[in-house]
């Protein structure tokens, strides 16, 4: 598991954590449990809004064990934003933010 | 005159008091509202840093520095940023009428504001989505949350401004505190520096005018203090809600 951060500027603050498993899911020859490149656990703090406040804690549970890949990451955060109004960022924001944990390597 | 009216609005005055206390008592006013709205004015004592709902309070407070001067920090219902409670007039806005719109209901809500401060001498505007400017400085945040048809909006009526004390308090990183760092910040906000009873009496005058309501002078009942008590004890004061991110 790879710990990696993020701090990004959409209109308002967005900063990112999150651990995720970058190891190939092969020891030798035998195939182990587990996934490539998810996230394994993630947390989104900032000065935003969102109605309703819990929509946040979906997003962060949603995306857990997505990959970490530009469509992958966006179409989680789109389906989880779908019933909630946010402010200070949108999808495409909230995406740059945690792809930007990559660059952070 | 704002499209929403009320036949009464029910006006609590409750004082100085701890954060935890003041967002207790907002959650207790949320659960209880009934069709009469309540608006809310207060202060803090000890001074308070709140944070917002998806902040992480060790990322945005030096909650060490906080404890050594006898400062609260408190996590807040609603979202937005941190903020520095001092010299300040603080109110909430409690409903089970208001606009749909989020814009719509914040614009509803700092209408009031908006005649306070002009009633008070100064030329103030709505600035989307959430702020209230004077001369293109920010008077007034404000932050909102809805839960099971009830809009709760509170927000900040700055009287004055100690931007070196805010940053001492704040985790700024220090690169950022410089002097024209702090000059930045006093450049972006401003303090009114009318007294505090004044404003309060003011803010009675334009929520009643603004709503075109009569107003209810109460205090808060045996019942909500008491139920107050226990959330602060057991949720506002708690490091289970106030580190939870």
């Not at chain 1, 970058?22 to 587990?34: A, L, P």
């Not at chain 2, 709503?211 to 708690?238: G, H, P, W």
Request: aromatic share 8%; with cysteine.
């Amino acid at each position: 598991m790879k710990n990696l951060a993020n701090i990004f500027k959409a209109k308002k603050l967005i900063k990112i954590s999150m651990s995720y498993d970058d190891k190939k899911n092969v020891i030798g020859s035998i195939k182990i449990t587990g996934k490539k490149n998810v996230i394994g656990s993630i947390k989104i703090t900032g000065d935003f809004f969102i109605h309703p406040e819990e929509t946040l804690e979906s997003l962060e549970a949603n995306l857990i064990d997505t990959k970490l890949e530009r469509n992958e990451i966006s179409k989680k955060v789109e389906e989880s934003l779908k019933n909630s109004e946010a402010f200070g960022f949108d999808v495409n924001s909230m995406t740059d933010a945690i792809m930007g944990c990559l660059k952070n390597e | 005159m704002n499209r929403f009216e009320f036949t009464k609005i029910r006006v609590l005055e409750t004082g100085h008091n701890s954060g935890s206390w003041n967002m207790a008592l907002d959650e207790v006013l949320m659960n209880g509202v009934g069709d009469t709205p309540i608006l809310k004015i207060y202060g803090w004592k000890p001074s308070c840093v709140s944070i917002g709902y998806f902040q992480s309070m060790n990322e945005e407070v030096n909650v060490e520095k906080c404890k050594q001067v006898g400062i609260d920090c408190v996590r807040r219902i609603t979202g937005g940023g941190a903020v520095f409670h001092e010299s300040e007039l603080t109110y909430s806005f409690i409903s089970r009428n208001y606009p749909q719109s989020i814009m719509q209901s914040y614009e509803m809500v700092c209408e009031m504001l908006i005649l306070t401060l002009k009633k008070l001498g100064f030329d103030a505007k709505f600035s989307p989505l959430n702020d209230i400017i004077v001369g293109g400085r920010k008077v007034c945040g404000n932050a909102q949350t809805r839960k099971n048809g009830v809009m709760l909006q509170h927000g900040t009526m700055l009287l004055g401004v100690d931007v070196e004390k805010m940053f001492s308090l704040l985790k700024v990183p220090k690169e950022k505190i410089s002097d024209k760092a702090i000059e930045d910040v006093k450049q972006r906000v401003f303090g009114i520096g009318k007294k505090f009873d004044l404003v309060a009496n003011t803010l009675k005058d334009s929520a009643s005018e603004t709503f075109s309501a009569d107003l209810s002078l109460e205090n808060i009942t045996q019942e909500e203090a008491a139920a107050t008590e226990v959330l602060d004890l057991e949720k506002y004061a708690s490091k289970e809600w106030n580190f939870k991110r």
